[in-house]
Nanobody
Framework: VQLQASGGGLVQPGGSLRLSCAASGRIVRIDTMGWYRQAPGGPRDLVATMSSGGSSEYADSVKGRFTISRDSNKNTVYLRMNNLKPEDTAVYYC??????????????????WGQGTQVTVSS
């Protein structure tokens, strides 16, 4: 299973970005999908997650500014980020709890991570 993230970039304070992350492979089911971020020298922190049933969770620092959504038909999760602040600058990683099939046709439950996409908020 692979997760491919895109949509990062440089934006001025107050601006917006939308991140996307598509999962591919021999996927049987995806449970929770979400986004984490890691600033230089810091830990990887939760930003937002969404369950397969649509329940979402946000870090306090992004509530009211970020919105997570997902398209289950496309195995894709999105993060709409509005009113961006310099402290949002980080590498953003997508994550998914995936049930897939391996080459022996056995079920495999795994936590998959995308490669990370840089978000820089600066004037």
């Amino acid at each position: 299973v692979q997760l491919q993230a895109s949509g990062g970039g440089l934006v001025q304070p107050g601006g917006s970005l939308r991140l996307s992350c598509a999962a591919s492979g021999r996927i049987v089911r995806i449970d929770t999908m979400g986004w984490y971020r890691q600033a230089p020298g810091g830990p990887r922190d939760l930003v937002a997650t969404m369950s397969s049933g649509g329940s979402s969770e946000y870090a306090d620092s992004v509530k009211g500014r970020f919105t997570i959504s997902r398209d289950s038909n496309k195995n894709t999760v999105y993060l709409r980020m509005n009113n961006l602040k310099p402290e949002d600058t980080a590498v953003y990683y997508c994550h998914a709890d995936v049930l897939s099939l391996n080459s022996e046709e056995a079920f495999v439950a795994q936590k998959s991570w995308g490669q990370g996409t840089q978000v820089t908020v600066s004037s």
